[in-house]
DNA sequence: CGCATCCTCCGGTTGC
DNA sequence: TGCAACCGGAGGATG
């Protein structure tokens, strides 16, 4: 499951291989297809397939972006610009290849979605295991509402002062502090992964309230956050269940993960402790997290 | 109009 | 060996 670490490692592989190219071919899944048909917007969000379809052809990528955990890819058609969205969801990828057949892993080849031809004759090619990812072609952000909702980049300088400031809103002074870590809206890039390593190496209790939090502790934790994000981002992210690069590599960071997926502390082998916390599985040591 | 509470989307994985 | 339950980002509908 991509955060931020691993949305990051995908847009640096691609940047050097598909800035400057042009799309000369766009091929869209059966099951693409057939879920629209049925009137689900699987994947394609905002246009149905072959509209989405005419739309990328002869499209040139001028660059390519990461924000929080959206890759954007800003395109241009006849003047005209535009930016192409991606969401990976809990299992998409990004594949840059000659041919198809070189995605050997049987459940990411099994999933292919999208296919664009660029124009130096590879293959960028979009799988999704879980169909959970999506692609939103608009103009502007403005078109999209919810991307200018999102919170500052968290290595922006302004990133702390809003988390601070988002702290003491109504809907979230209340909330469990884990569940306004990985709100977007508050602080972005940071999932359950990172938000469960910040927590224990601050020795914060995933289930306190945000308003039973000090300042200082508030601070400390921001600033532990974005550190546990960039040393992720150093060792090639996480690869935990689908998350791959577009080269098929696996990041490190899993190996380096203190609290996430253990059933004993490593500082105190004390048994952990999981709950639900906004709705996603929460691991954390009883006895070191307070 | 704020907010809280579901709901939805999926197939690989897990557990019985 | 088979099969049902489970899991999860994040927007959106509902209350």
Not at 162 to 175: G, H, I, P, S, V
Request: net charge neutral; glycine share 6%; hydrophobic share 35%.
């Amino acid at each position: 499951m991509p955060e931020l670490p691993e949305v990051e490692g995908v847009v640096n592989a691609l940047k050097p291989q598909v800035t400057g190219k042009t799309i000369k071919q766009v091929k869209i899944s059966e099951t693409v297809y057939h879920s629209h048909s049925l009137g689900k917007q699987t994947i394609i969000k905002g246009s149905l397939p072959d509209l989405l379809a005419d739309a990328l052809m002869d499209m040139r990528i001028e660059a390519v972006e990461r924000r929080s955990k959206y890759i954007y890819f800003h395109v241009m058609k006849a003047s005209n610009s535009y930016i192409l969205v991606n969401h990976l969801g809990m299992s998409g990828a990004w594949f840059y290849v000659t041919h198809r057949d070189e995605i050997t892993e049987a459940k990411f080849h099994r999933h292919i979605h999208v296919e664009l031809l660029l124009d130096d004759g590879h293959w960028l090619i979009y799988s999704d295991i879980r169909r959970f990812g999506e692609l939103r072609l608009i103009q502007q952000l403005s078109d999209y509402p919810p991307l200018l909702a999102l919170a500052p980049e968290p290595f922006d300088q302004d990133a702390k002062a809003y988390f601070l400031k988002a702290c003491e809103l109504r809907k979230f002074k209340d909330k469990e502090i884990k569940a306004v870590i990985m709100d977007s809206h508050a602080l972005c890039g940071c999932g359950n992964i990172y938000a469960t390593e910040a927590l224990f190496r601050m020795k914060i209790n995933p289930g306190r309230k945000t308003s039973q939090l000090s300042g200082v502790e508030k601070e400390q934790l921001f600033e532990t956050i974005v550190a546990v994000l960039t040393e992720s981002i150093a060792f090639g992210g996480s690869s935990i269940s689908d998350y791959r690069n577009i080269n098929g590599e696996a990041g490190s960071m899993q190996n380096r993960l203190q609290m996430y997926g253990m059933n004993i502390c490593p500082m105190c082998y004390t048994n952990t402790t999981q709950k639900i916390i906004a709705g996603r599985n929460s691991y954390y040591c009883p006895n070191c997290q307070k």
